[in-house]
């Protein structure tokens, strides 16, 4: 039953992570809590491992499929291994139960931000679109013939990115609900190239936070996390593919209403250790 679930689980991890970019470890911290009997500090360290193998297979299938720009990940992906070691050190330092509540906090944001989002979408009104974006080829810092920095971008930056990381270290999330916003609003990323470059940083920050917790003495129990892996990391393939032909605004919907459900089960199950 339990290696069962763990394939389930790891399926809608991959496919939320290769069509969305984002969105596994969201699911992977509750999944093995409360249906693979892990510990929250196992759990946030089990899940580096989950969306970093899962996003790695993802960030290869979305690069051969042309919707990676590698070097932008890796940029913003570096910038952001600062907060995820910090993130990492600090969430030894906490309760878990607070580690729990935490995450669940942040669940309720994610899925609220997410909704408020959609409905933007619905109901925006392409009139009110700025004339001009910055391009692709628009470089945020630049050295030669003479120095100029589009100083506001790279705050933007630079904020999020290491936003992204303190988040991946503390509670072992790979952060692609922020790192896909971030590519489109601060690099001005198309949606197809955002949610292909964020498997890049999330397989970096993921790494990073797991090295760093390496030394913290938490192990989680490795088969569950293993299956879950394996699973997920074939179902990363299947939606990178999926992201391709299927309505994205749909499988984002649905994803908003699965967060949102399992964020409500999360805080119903953390409130009691708190109080």
Request: glycine residues 12%.
């Amino acid at each position: 039953m339990t290696l069962a679930l763990a394939v389930v689980a790891g399926a809608l991890i991959g496919l939320s992570l290769g069509a969305l970019g984002g969105g596994g470890s969201i699911l992977a911290v509750p999944v093995l809590v409360y249906a693979l009997d892990q510990s929250p500090a196992q759990a946030t360290t089990g899940s580096l491992v989950v969306v970093g193998v899962t996003s790695l297979v993802g960030a290869v299938a979305a690069y051969r499929a042309g919707n990676v720009l590698l070097a932008r990940g890796v940029a913003f992906g570096l910038v952001a291994t600062g907060g995820a070691i910090a993130g990492a050190r600090a969430s030894a330092a906490v309760p878990e139960a607070v580690l729990l509540g935490a995450f669940a906090v942040l669940m309720l944001a994610v899925g609220t931000l997410l909704a408020v989002r959609q409905w933007r979408g619905r109901h925006d009104d392409p009139a009110d679109r700025p004339a001009r974006r910055p391009g692709l080829d628009d470089p945020i810092i630049t050295f030669s013939p003479t120095f100029a920095c589009q100083c506001p971008r790279a705050l933007k930056v630079l904020v999020t990115a290491t936003a992204v990381g303190l988040l991946t270290g503390f509670l072992g999330v790979g952060g692609g609900f922020l790192v896909v916003p971030a590519l489109l609003v601060a690099l001005s990323l198309p949606m197809e190239y955002a949610a292909g470059t964020s498997l890049v940083v999330i397989t970096l920050t993921s790494g990073v936070a797991l090295l760093a917790r390496a030394g913290s003495g938490v192990a989680p129990d490795w088969w569950p996390v293993v299956a879950l892996t394996a699973a997920a990391a074939v179902a990363a393939v299947v939606g990178a593919r999926i992201a391709d032909r299927a309505d994205t605004r749909r499988l984002s919907a649905a994803f908003t209403g699965l967060v949102l459900a399992v964020a409500a089960y999360t805080a119903v199950q953390a409130l009691p250790a708190l109080v």
